[in-house]
């Protein structure tokens, strides 16, 4: 049906742009919620809902969930993404299941599967998918990298065809061919990927927005990423305390119990800020300051990962 035609469409809706929509109300999660069922959307705010198959041309996605169709451009705060081809925008989070990427920025988020063409990935985690062409500055998990430029975090698995490797920690997969930067503007490390290296890594505790955040970041390029927390949030940074530890795994590790101590991922938590999404990590690794207190009550900061792991 028409937007006009349903009962008590959203003000959203009404104000948006859009041609030949059809659209119904359906339950969904136990609430009333916007299907859109086919049509274009020319530009608006979309505040929620399901959106079955269509045409993107621009506007805000703020939260939902995206069968199929195409994204023109845009920007999109959250929610799954589950197929359909992006051709352009700006990803600031949420989790993208399957599809096909043909450029845009991608600021931070879950990629489950999928093929990338080209464009920038800022931060986030890759699980599986195949990637063509582009910048890259995450946490990689598995897949085929065919051509590009890796300056991420971590490359845990899987099959490197081509492209430029700039710095990170390989820790297994398949090299075929390929450059390791030696000296280039972007470079965060020289360390060819050898399987089973390992690179000390920081666990830092820090003040920001009012807000206590607890991330992990290699140890060479600390500064660096104090600065990009700095930079993205708008707010000062300052350290409380930070941890060396000699793996990302360590890390890691060390990470999840801090967290699972303040209650992260618990809706009873009294110190966990489920935030909406920020690209510097608010939406997974911040804590009310009082937080602080409470690992305070644990003993000297400097102590924790021992007294964490009793």
């Known amino acids: 049906m028409k ?155 899987g099959d490197w065809v081509s492209g430029v490797w700039y710095g990170g920690n390989w820790l297994s997969g398949t090299w075929f061919s390929g450059a390791i930067a030696q000296a280039n503007g972007y470079t965060r490390s020289t360390t060819p990927p050898i399987n089973g290296a390992g690179q000390a890594h920081t666990v830092y505790a820090v003040a920001v927005g009012g807000l206590l955040k607890i991330g992990i970041t290699r140890k ?15 707010h000062p940074v300052r350290i409380i305390h930070t941890w060396t530890v000699s793996s990302r795994q360590e890390a890691l590790a060390l990470e999840r119990r801090l967290h699972a101590h303040l209650g992260r991922g618990t809706s009873n938590s009294q110190y966990w800020i489920r935030s909406i999404a920020e690209p510097w990590g608010g939406h997974t690794e911040c804590f009310k300051p009082e937080a602080l207190f409470a690992l305070s009550e644990l003993g000297p900061l400097e102590e924790l990962p021992q007294v964490l792991q009793r």
């Open 3 to 157: 937007i006009s035609e349903l009962p008590n469409p959203p003000r959203w809706l009404l104000e948006a742009k859009t041609l030949n929509a059809d659209v119904a109300m359906t339950r969904h999660n136990g609430a009333d919620t916007i299907l859109w069922k086919s049509g274009t959307w020319i530009e608006g705010t979309w505040e929620g809902g399901v959106w079955v198959t269509g045409e993107w041309r621009s506007g805000t996605w703020l939260s939902g969930t995206w069968h199929g169709g195409t994204w023109e451009t845009g920007e999109w705060h959250n929610g799954q993404w589950l197929n359909g081809t992006w051709r352009g925008g700006t990803w600031l989070y949420g989790e993208w299941v399957s599809g096909e990427w043909l450029n845009g920025n991608w600021e931070h988020g879950v990629w489950r599967s999928g093929t990338w063409h080209s464009g920038q990935f800022a931060s986030g985690t890759w699980h599986h998918g195949t990637w063509h062409n582009g910048w890259f500055f995450a946490d990689w998990h598995d897949g085929q990298w065919l051509s590009g430029n890796f300056c991420g975090e971590t490359w845990r698995s």
């Open 220 to 234: 060479d390029i600390e500064q660096q990423r104090f600065g990009a927390i700095q930079r993205d949030s708008g």
